[in-house]
């Protein structure tokens, strides 16, 4: 099997992440990764490549705000219904 390259490692974690998109709603979203250079989220919508999204991550000590673009997202299925997996890199 093909190794996967990536600039950062990535760490699970399964938080809350709230925010903002450009057009300033509201956006509410559960992580599945995190590293250095974005984060991956759960998404009850499909936002389109390179929106910019304002998140607050809430980590379990305090929470970090930060700034990011979609670079993809895809249709999933999980126990709990059908989500949007997207990636966030940050700014």
Request: no cysteine; aromatic share 10%.
């Amino acid at each position: 099997m093909g190794e996967e390259r990536r600039k950062f490692p990535r760490v699970p974690i399964f938080v809350e992440v709230g925010g903002k998109h450009s057009d300033w709603l509201p956006v509410k979203a559960r992580s599945v990764d995190i590293s250095e250079g974005g984060i991956r989220l759960l998404l009850l919508e499909k936002f389109p490549k390179d929106r910019v999204m304002d998140l607050e991550i809430n980590l379990p000590f305090p929470s970090v705000i930060t700034r990011g673009k979609v670079v993809w997202a895809k249709e999933v299925e999980t126990k709990e219904g059908k989500f949007f997996q997207t990636g966030i890199e940050f700014y």
